[in-house]
């Protein structure tokens, strides 16, 4: 069965200072790793994912993700925060290898806010 | 490019009342998703389809049906709504022969019910 963590409900960070969310994950075989983006009264908006190789995946707005297989982690950062990155981040993961249909495994999502 | 549209944006129901939630995606996806968002609770699947004429179950079907006749359209029916489906809905697409692509979403839909 997949799984996705999201340890902190909320991250709180001054502006310019580097954002980190964290992010676990447990998966059959080869994972596929994503990060979305949800603004308030909108849909969630694909950031980044990880497919294959390089480990550090850079993204959309100036995020990129670290994957490190042997801690199971895919986490999310930005080096210098803005206020407007203040929003919801959910990590998920979908197997390369089983469930054939591809179903997409969604953390329960970090607020992030940053503040002037 | 409109995406994934999903109409309306909110609806208030009565106990008892049944609505349908459109969805439609202009990409050709042939997966197609609702979920369910509930506070602190992230994102739970109700139904999927992999293509017109198949749908299956998610996590949290009860209380609801899909069809999907159509490769564009994928409405979420509630019959008979009771409070515990008051949530925030969201309609997602995928091309799934690729499990590489991320899914695209809709704005989703406010329902209460009261």
């Known amino acids: 069965a997949q799984s996705v963590a999201q340890p902190e409900d909320q991250v709180n960070v001054a502006e310019g200072n580097p954002l980190t969310v964290k992010c676990t994950y447990s998966v059959s075989g080869n994972p596929y790793l994503f990060w979305y983006v949800q603004y308030p009264n909108r849909g969630l908006q694909f950031l980044l994912k990880y497919i294959t190789g390089d480990n550090l995946v850079k993204g959309s707005y100036g995020f990129e993700a670290e994957f490190n297989k042997s801690q199971t982690s895919f986490h999310l950062k930005k080096p210098s925060a803005l206020v407007s990155d203040s929003a919801l981040y959910f990590c998920?993961?979908?197997?390369?290898?089983?469930?054939?249909?591809?179903?997409?495994?969604f953390g329960a999502g970090t607020q992030v806010v940053v503040t002037p | 490019n409109a995406g994934v549209t999903q109409t309306p944006k909110f609806r208030i129901l009565k106990i008892g009342q049944s609505m349908t939630l459109q969805c439609t995606q202009d990409?050709?996806?042939?997966?197609m998703y609702w979920y369910r968002q509930d506070p602190g609770m992230g994102l739970k699947l109700i139904y999927y389809?992999?293509?017109?004429?198949?749908?299956d179950k998610g996590e949290v079907p009860n209380g609801y049906n899909v069809s999907r006749s159509t490769t564009e359209d994928f409405p979420l029916r509630l019959e008979l709504a009771a409070p515990s489906q008051t949530s925030v809905y969201f309609c997602?697409?995928?091309?799934?022969?690729?499990?590489?692509?991320?899914?695209?979403f809709g704005d989703g839909t406010r329902l209460s019910i009261l």
């Open positions: 990409m050709n996806h042939n997966y």
């Open positions: 998920a993961v979908r197997s390369m290898t089983t469930d054939s249909w591809g179903k997409f495994q």
């Open positions: 997602a697409s995928s091309y799934g022969q690729a499990k590489s692509q991320p899914q695209h």
């Open positions: 389809s992999v293509g017109a004429g198949i749908t």
